[in-house]
Structure formats: C-alpha cells, structure tokens
C-alpha cells in the first residue's frame, strides 16, 4: 500500500555541478526536494519506487548508475545500494532522482526505479501505479517530472498560451493530492506543451487510488518558462 510520496522537477539543472553559475536560481526547488524526500524517509517505508519519464519504460534494479557526463559533467550517481547490474543506465530523470537521494543520505528502504515511457496512456500508467503500491505493505514512490515547457518565449517549446492553464490544474492536483484530476490530464496535450511529468503523476494517482492520502504543494515556479513542482503527499 502506498504511505507516502514526493513529487519533484527532473531537470539536471537541478544538480549544481549541472548548473554551475546558474546553480543558486533552484535553491529554492533544491529545498524543497530535501523536505518531500525527509517526509519519506519519515513515512518507514518498506520499499522505495523511483519513478520518472524516459524515451522507453522499464525497470532500473537497485545499483543501476547513472551519469551526467551527456551535460559535460564529470559525475556518476547509484540509485541506492547494491552490485551495479548490467543493462542501461539511469535516464535522466532517474539520475536526478539518485542525485537527491544521495544528497539525502537515503538509507530508509530498497530502491529500484521505474521509467515511464511518454507514450504511455493513462489507464497503462494508472496499472503500474497500482502494481508498485500492491508490492509491499508499505511503499513509498518519488516521482520525477516536469510540468509544461512552454511557458515563455524563451522556454524550450516556446510559448503557448494552454501552458499556463495546464501547469496550474496540475499543480493544484499534486497539491491536494487529487488522483481523479491527475488521471484526467490529456495526455495528448502533455505531449503538444513537452510536460514530461504528466505519466509519472498518473503512476502515482493509480498507487494512490484508495490511500486516503493529504497533499501539500512545497514548491511551485516556471524558471526558464518550464512549470516545476514539488509535492509531498503522506
């Protein structure tokens, strides 16, 4: 059954070594992320699933490693402990998960992560949620992905003006932990405003379903026109 869960932006710019200069404008989404990832640890949970958007879905065992060296960085990061298996590394966004997780010291749970494909449908990633929470009696999920990024002109997808609109239903779902209004995200509008995180939401609002668990938004700000929240449900 799921305990407890934490909801944060994936993009790499939120590692300082990615950011260098620029580091000190995520602060605040940095913080955040410490405190949604503390509320898990808080929760006891059994088992830690790390959830994310990636081209292809799949599961990441624990030990799976992960590099920034696409984004010119020298750095390695694990997702947990464990011998590093053999297969694909960590996607981006899991990446990201196994730098917070480091930076927190996670030692709370067994890991393994979960990439979710873009492509997946509502209903698809919906079963996987509800999967990962039968698992173990107590499950915890972090949950990788951005909202739109088309929120200015100088966003990665330009401006459109249904991006605005989008980032605040989700923000507003992620902070009241609202798994109907999650699952009603369109799909094919995620797609059209770049907004990666709409299937690993939808993951979390299957594991949810049921839970009888509060939200509370942490964090929410469009730097660089690209909507990032950060949520903790429990």
Known sequence: MLVAAAVCPSPPLLVPEVATGAAPELDAARAACADA???LAASRPDRLYVVGP????????????GSFAGFGVDLSVRLGEGPRPAGRPLPTSLAVAAWLLARAAWADAPIEGRAVAATAT???CAGIGRELAGSAERVALLVMGDGSACRTVKAPGYLDERAAGFDAEAARALG???????LALDAGLAVE???AGRAPWQVLAGAAEGAGLDGRLLFEDAPYGVGYF???WS
């Open 37 to 39: 990832v503390g509320l």
């Open 54 to 65: 990636a081209e292809e879905g799949g599961a990441y065992p624990a030990g799976s490693a």
């Open 122 to 124: 509502p209903d698809v």
């Open 176 to 182: 009241t932990a609202d798994t109907t209004a999650l």
């Open 193 to 195: 405003l770049k907004a």
């Open 230 to 232: 950060v949520a903790a």
